[in-house]
């Protein structure tokens, strides 16, 4: 054999077994883990696409984040994993692997949706967004809204007797504030606030809060920000349950189960939740409670239908509540009383169409049909037989329902590399009312608007956001709503956002048309209101920084709200109170926060606002200040020990005094204040049977707030003539227990 021959043996030889490396599937062991604590990433999503073929193939790590493929030559593999940075690498065929994930500061990886184009991660989003995700819901034992927003800065929860948990944000009343839930408007507003506490977390993924007006994007009652609760959507498990128990021992007992599952391209879950709560007072032996005793039902459900470029989902969701408002003993006998039973229901519908029509063009679709019915009856008792007679008089029975309907498309061209982007879109909305309370029992009103949106970034650290919303209300002439946000990377670890935006709200169908009559109320409406016009400036700066497993933020923001026509309740006389219009009203402030986090151990943020709130009386009494502040701080603090799967929280707030403005008996106009107080709450839980048993309790209101004086608010619409004002039902002790478990 000659020598060139054995050469040309050689090479081709070489060849074959090059190229049947490229041909030959091999198994490759993947292992994905904290690159910080090595804790294994269980679940993680990873792509493998073929250099040579461009075949790709998509799998998924098991509870110990691992998982064998078979691949072939060399691959671009991308990982990815909720709170973590992607990781895009380029490997050969070999036995075993291990990638480092790097955890995400602050969770900023958070994608959120709220007035966005197409879902962004928080940190890239144009709006200032806070995100309170799942682990802050069940570490906080937070059971409904009003207990998960008592703590946050620049927020403020009160609480009503009859109708419940309220809220303010930057100053500014639960009116102003676009509840959401997966961007469906909640309807129901008891004297313009909606009750937080009907507002459940069983099955809710994580919150996405925005402040500012958001009017341009969601119209009417967006002048304060926006409020949106995301629910949990199961994407991967082909078949999930999950329950849990919550004890408290102020004597709430709640339950809540769900079942989810996935086959092909089709997603299914159905949910049900029983809370019940025995009622509170200071005085435990008198039979009227200050929180009155209730029963909650929820139970939400959803369909999908999931194709690669198309989406359809249909979801539902039923709340029962029963809110009993028993009576004191009556005279001279004291063996009977009145007792009064609140029935509310709500019912939503929701049908959710969306695509990727190209690479960057994306439509949505959504209808939705809410409904909100709210029945009290009177009961004459006697406790000697318990027997009970419904009342003679008229109103003391009532029955209000309302009706929302709403039709809303947006279509977005969305590249993160072009320069220009917008969203375009239209947003129906119809609300009716019916019931002997108001006004020729059947009033509704609506709503049609048309909006724009233009991003144009002109490099990749500026980004300009102009928004023009037109609209068409049916008993209001509604302006042209404009905005304008701007986003600069100043530097790589230094970002500014600044926005101006217009708003506008019509008074609801209750300001203008509902009589509103109980033991603590005497409303009537307004037909003659006019709308509430608003502009918002707002700046936030935000430093962060990175050192080794180590991370640091500092961000501030500064706001300023101005509103014109601003509906507000006065006293028509002793007894009273009627909706008006006040010509000007204004709200500016700011806030501080800082963030310490050792990945994945330890998490610390603090934080400081300051509140001001324009005082309507200075013209009628000019010894009184422009303006009256208030002041916020926040704290909480949570350590994770990964080796024994615990966790303890601390969430700490000081509520500062908030000034408040009465009239005296001889019609002269004071200030007074409800007083400043603190709240702590502070929890611990473990993991148990790999992850699937988590077993947490706590102690919630540690310093055993209960009512906090008030000076100056003697009486009135709201009070119950006391001067107090109910913050929470002291301090208690929780136990929870949750199981999930998913077959993959």
């Known amino acids: 054999m000659s020598k060139r021959l054995v050469q040309k043996l050689f090479v081709i030889s070489a060849l074959v077994l090059l190229f049947s490396g490229e041909l030959i599937a091999q198994d490759i062991n993947i292992r994905v883990v904290n690159k910080y604590s090595r804790e294994q990433l269980a679940f993680a999503n990873i792509c493998l696409e073929n250099v040579l073929t461009k075949e790709k193939q998509f799998v998924t790590t098991n509870e110990n984040g691992f998982v064998t493929v078979q691949a072939n030559g060399r691959n671009i593999i991308v990982i990815s994993y909720i709170g973590f940075e992607n990781l895009i690498d380029t490997i050969t065929a070999s036995e075993n692997l291990i990638f480092e994930l790097l955890p995400s500061s602050y969770q900023e990886n958070e994608f959120v949706v709220t007035a966005q184009y197409t879902p962004v991660k928080a940190d890239q989003s144009i709006y200032k967004v806070k995100v309170i995700d799942v682990n802050q819901i069940s570490e906080k034992g937070a059971n ?19 109708l419940g948990s309220k809220m303010s944000m930057q100053g500014l009343s639960g009116e102003h504030i676009k509840l959401l839930i997966d961007g469906v408007p909640v309807i129901g507003r008891m004297d313009g606030n909606i009750d937080l506490s009907q507002l459940n977390l069983h099955n809710v993924d994580h919150i996405e809060i925005v ?154 679709i959504l209808f939705s049909y809410s409904s909100f019915n709210r029945a009290k009856q009177t009961y004459f008792t006697d406790l000697t037989t318990l027997e009970q007679n419904l009342t003679s008089y008229e109103f003391d029975h009532d029955t209000s329902l309302f009706h929302a309907y709403l039709l809303r498309g947006t279509f977005s061209k969305s590249k993160k590399e072009s320069k220009f982007n917008y969203q ?96 603590n109320h005497n409303i009537i409406g307004n037909e003659n209101l ?139 106009i004071s200030e007074g204040y409800i007083s400043d107080y603190h709240s702590m709450d502070m929890s611990f839980g473990r993991r148990f049977v790999k992850d699937k048993l988590e077993v947490s309790a706590g102690v919630k209101n540690l310093f055993d707030n209960t009512n906090i004086v008030g000076i100056g608010s003697s009486g009135g619409v709201h009070t119950d003539g006391g001067g107090n004002t109910p913050v929470a039902w002291g301090r208690t002790m929780f136990f929870k227990l949750a199981y999930v478990f998913n077959t993959y």
């Open 144 to 162: 409904n809204l009003s207990e998960l927003l008592a703590t946050e800065l620049n927020i403020r929860t009160s609480q009503d007797n009859s």
């Open 424 to 519: 375009l879109g239209y947003d129906f909305n119809i609300e009716s009312g019916g019931g002997k309370r108001i006004l020729n029992q059947s009033q509704n009103i609506g709503d049609y608007a048309a909006f724009l949106s233009v991003k144009y970034s002109p490099s990749n650290l500026l980004t300009f956001q102009p928004g023009l919303r037109y609209a068409y209300n049916t008993r209001y002439e509604a302006p042209l709503v404009h905005s304008l946000n701007i986003k600069w990377q100043a530097a790589q670890k230094l970002l500014f956002r600044a926005s101006y935006a217009r708003g506008f709200r019509a008074p609801s169908l209750k300001e203008l048309y509902l009589y509103f009559v109980d033991v």
């Open 211 to 364: 402040e500012g007006p958001m009017s341009v994007i969601y119209g009417s009652n967006a002048l304060a920000g926006a409020i949106n609760i995301i629910t949990k959507e199961s994407k991967l498990a082909r078949f999930s349950t999950a329950f849990d128990t919550y004890y408290e021992s102020v004597g709430v007992y709640n339950f809540s189960g769900i079942i989810s599952g996935k086959k092909k391209n089709h997603i299914y879950s159905i949910s049900a939740a029983r809370n019940f709560f025995g009622g509170y007072s200071e005085t435990d032996s008198v039979r009227s409670k200050q929180w009155n005793p209730k029963r909650q039902y929820t139970t939400d459900a959803y369909y999908i239908y999931d194709l690669k470029k198309m989406k359809f989902k249909y979801s539902a969701s039923f709340f029962h509540e029963l809110l009993q408002d028993k009576g004191d003993l009556q005279a001279p006998y004291f063996e009977n009383a009145f007792d009064q039973y609140f029935t509310t229901i709500r019912l939503a519908n929701k049908l959710d169409f969306s695509a990727k029509l190209k690479s960057d063009r994306f439509l949505n």
């Open 530 to 668: 006019q709308a509430e016009y608003a502009y918002n400036f707002s700046l936030s700066a935000a430093y962060k920084f990175s050192k080794s497993k180590h991370n640091f933020g500092f961000e501030t923001s500064l706001f300023n709200n101005i509103i014109e026509n601003i509906i507000t309740l006065a006293a028509e006389d002793a007894t009273h109170y009627s909706y008006i219009n006040v010509d000007h009203f204004k709200t500016h402030g700011g806030q501080f926060n800082f963030t310490y986090q050792m990945h994945p151990r330890f998490t610390v943020k603090t934080g400081f606002s300051l509140t001001g709130r324009y005082n309507s009386f200075t013209d009628e009494n000019p010894t009184l200040a422009d303006f009256t502040y208030s002041k916020d701080v926040s704290a909480n603090l949570r350590y994770k020990n990964v080796k024994y799967k615990f966790f303890i929280s601390v969430y700490y707030k000081y509520n500062g005094k908030l000034p408040q403005f009465y009239l005296s008996d001889n019609g002269v």
